[in-house]
């Protein structure tokens, strides 16, 4: 039968796209080798984003692949793939990310027996060969990677689909609900045999854009998962526990770029009363956090750096990391995290979970992007488990409160673990679930 209206439509649209994606293949290959040099892409494995693998697919046995476009979605699949990997030994684990940060970390955080590859790009030639080769059973995608090639190709092969983490930040449901955009989604969504979505309102965006009611099942928030990793080598961050036992700590992590001037400014004014202070800063980006170091060793600063693995000496009130995969550890050694990326409109802000399991007193700024669910959900079960601020003074004077009174502090704290354990039970067993009726029991 003939499709009609927007689905028919969308059919248009995604030959469009397809044939778009092929003509711009050769200069998207180009920009690949670009980002090579850069340092974008790795050195050596870039060629997996064209569909060229690395590896052998197991010869026999289904095959079950993960999509994630980056470090904060990859860990919260891990517990996921951990979990598929007891239920169903007998399905191999095919994980890929698109981001060298997310490769350096998570390589040696999935099980042993998970292949890991790079993504390929979303062009006919990359997909077409990517899906040939590792001809998966099932796709789980993280949250919003919602790449026409790879559906319509898995549709086309049989291949069933799952959202995981479903989400749409409001630009992209903005974007996708366009005239010309929407017929596509009208055609993708109702690809997919299950769609796990973030909220009741991601559930009402998703069925707006024609996701069959049927496919949406909700599981939790995965990103409430810390996964339990065991440290190769923890002694540098054991030294680190013992050079600020005596010290008043603070964190600030995930901060973009301009937010170091509000933490610094806020710095400034506490080391007035508390000498003894520590700020930690944990930039989103490494090398944005040598480039505040360099800035404030100019002005004669004293600062550490984590990646030369400096010492606080007397005068130092600053330890900057400048290092990746680090974050879940260091947040063990504040009673106080300040989760960055929240300052400035047109940021979307950071986990928050993963500071409230460690016992930090959690602060954010008020630009949380879809990470509003996550703190709105928090302060629902305990409103003293989440503080939002709205700049430079309000942050001074909550900062300075908790410092002032410990039985303050440690209320927070207390609020933030306990509504942390409580939103974060049965989440990876829920997703197992809807993942297993909705998906894996369906195909073989």
């Known amino acids: 039968m003939a499709m009609t209206g927007p689905m028919a439509k969308g059919e248009i649209v995604y030959k469009i796209y397809r044939a778009l994606t092929y003509g711009l293949s050769p200069l998207l290959h180009l920009h690949l080798h670009w980002r090579k040099l850069r340092g974008l892409e790795h050195p050596i494995r870039w060629r997996e984003r064209l569909g060229r693998p690395s590896l052998r697919r197991p010869s026999s046995g289904p095959l079950l692949w993960f999509h994630a476009v980056s470090l904060g979605e990859g860990m919260a699949a891990i517990p996921v793939i951990k979990f598929c990997s007891q239920r169903r030994p007998d399905v191999h684990i095919l994980m890929t990310t698109t981001t060298v940060s997310a490769f350096e970390v ?9 292949i890991y590859q790079f993504a390929p790009i979303d062009t006919p030639a990359a997909m077409d060969a990517f899906l040939g080769y590792w001809k998966p059973n099932w796709i789980v995608i993280m949250e919003s990677e919602l790449w026409p090639n ?3 190709g898995a549709s086309k092969c ?3 689909l799952a959202l995981l983490n479903a989400r749409l930040s ?20 109702p690809k997919f045999s299950l769609i796990a979505p973030l909220s009741s309102v991601q559930a009402i965006h998703f069925q707006l854009l024609q996701a069959p009611p049927f496919s949406i099942k909700f599981s939790g928030d995965l990103k409430y998962v810390v996964d339990e990793y065991e440290q190769k080598d923890t002694r540098h961050i054991e030294y680190l526990q013992k050079q600020l036992s005596q010290k008043q700590v603070w964190m600030a992590a995930s901060i973009h770029r301009g937010e170091e001037e509000i933490i610094l400014g806020v710095h400034n004014v506490l080391v007035q009363t508390h000498p003894d202070i520590v700020t930690i800063i944990v930039p989103r980006h490494p090398q944005h956090g040598q480039e505040i170091a360099e800035e404030l060793q100019k002005g004669g600063q004293n600062v550490a750096l984590r990646s030369q693995h400096k010492e606080l000496i007397p005068g130092t009130s600053i330890y ?12 063990k050694l504040t009673p106080i995290a300040v989760i960055g990326g929240s300052f400035f409109p047109g940021l979307a802000g950071h986990n928050i979970s993963e500071a409230a399991a460690a016992g930090c007193a959690v602060l954010t700024g008020h630009h949380v992007g879809h990470f509003s669910h996550m703190v709105r959900e928090m302060q629902q079960y305990n409103s003293l488990s989440v503080i939002q601020v709205s700049g430079k003074l309000e942050l001074e004077k909550v900062l300075m409160e908790l410092f002032a009174d410990a039985k303050i502090l440690e209320s927070r704290q207390k609020a933030a673990k306990e509504a942390f354990h409580a939103l974060s039970s049965a989440v990876v067993s829920n997703a197992w679930d809807v ?10």
């Open 106 to 114: 998570l390589k040696d955080r999935l099980p042993a027996n998970v």
């Open 158 to 160: 049989g291949i069933g």
């Open 435 to 444: 993942l297993n009726f909705h998906l894996l029991r369906n195909k073989c």
């Open 170 to 189: 409001a630009k992209s449901f903005r974007h996708w609900s366009r005239p010309v955009l929407f017929p596509l989604m009208s055609l993708l969504l």
């Open 320 to 331: 900057l990391v400048d290092t990746l995969g680090e974050l879940r550890q260091l947040y």
């Open 150 to 152: 790879l559906i319509i």
